[in-house]
């Protein structure tokens, strides 16, 4: 069938707004990258605004010349992956048994989860059972007090419930399967695109994360690389870092390169994540949220 005039005005209308609304994403974007490896008087004066000009380097030197940056790196990405890990087990381990239709007493589990996700114990509480658990200053007080998000296993619920057909499983319980068979073997291998979400959402939670890290973590060795950046666009850790300049502006200078240099190198890991998980984010957003 060929297109109206209302489809084609409506196709350019829609095009044009998905554009604006694109570059209004992408140019921070962009201007930052741009300006981490531009010279900063240059981008101070506004001669920059989307491109690079005058390329230095000097930002990325001086943050990757700061020991603490790197241990901080490390300690991320260590927390990032083990966190994830934790997330995606124990959601798939909670929303399995909440998708059974023949699950005794799920709807009362569910009402107890949900709850949670408007009344909750408090900074003070949770900071004191860390605290008698032994788990103060290790990676576990970062990992275990966030072990599951109750949306998340809403969502993954609703994918079991709704996209694996029912005739499926039957099947495989029927050539013998147990329910840990049929989780294992027909569940997660149809679950690809639930799980691609999961494991973004998950892990870029865990990588911007610092508020746990500020008040259960008192050994520097172990800071995750949020708590050292907070150190450097809070504080006054620019200076340091900008030794070598001889006068106040070039130490401003050296500062703002490094603030854009580190806003780069913070975020880089999540942009090489998702192209990876690009081809099942959408299908799984789409289906874990417009069901159920």
């Known amino acids: 069938m060929g297109e109206t005039r209302g489809d084609k005005i409506f196709g350019i209308v829609n095009n044009t707004l998905l554009l604006v609304i694109l570059a209004i994403v992408l140019y921070p974007l962009i201007f930052v990258i741009s300006a981490s490896v531009s010279n900063q008087l240059v981008v101070s004066s ?10 230095t380097f000097v930002g990325y030197q001086k943050v990757f010349q700061n020991h603490d940056i790197l241990v901080g790196y490390g300690n991320t990405i260590l927390y990032a992956v083990v966190g994830t890990s934790i997330n995606l087990v124990m959601t798939i381990l909670a929303a399995y048994p909440l998708s059974r239709s023949k699950f005794a007493g ?17 900074m003070i509480p949770t900071y004191l059972i860390i605290k008698k658990m032994g788990m103060l200053n290790t990676m576990w007080s970062l990992v275990i007090p966030n072990a599951v998000a109750v949306y998340n296993i809403i969502i993954m619920r609703t994918f079991f419930k709704e996209s ?6 039957e099947a495989a319980m029927i050539d013998g399967c147990s329910h840990t068979g049929i989780l294992l073997r027909v ?22 994360s610092y508020f746990s890290a500020l ?3 008192t050994d520097r060795a172990k800071f995750p690389l949020q708590l050292f950046l907070r150190e450097i666009l809070i504080q006054n850790q620019m200076d340091k870092m900008a030794g070598g300049a001889t006068s106040l502006s070039e130490q401003i200078m050296y500062g703002q390169a490094v603030k ?3 806003v780069v190198v913070a975020n880089l890991p999540v942009f090489l994540l998702y192209p990876f998980l690009q081809r099942y984010f959408v299908q799984g957003m789409t289906i874990g949220a417009i069901k159920g």
Do not use: R
């Open 46 to 55: 506004g001669e920059m605004w989307l491109f690079p000009k005058q390329l």
């Open 106 to 122: 799920k709807n009362v589990i569910m009402f107890i989860m949900v709850f949670t996700m408007f009344f909750s114990g408090g």
């Open 164 to 169: 694996v057909p029912i005739e499926v499983q």
């Open 187 to 208: 569940m997660m291998p149809l679950s690809m695109p639930i799980l691609a979400v999961m494991t973004l959402f998950y892990c870029v939670d865990h990588w911007n």
């Open 215 to 217: 008040i259960y973590l």
């Open 260 to 262: 854009y240099a580190v």
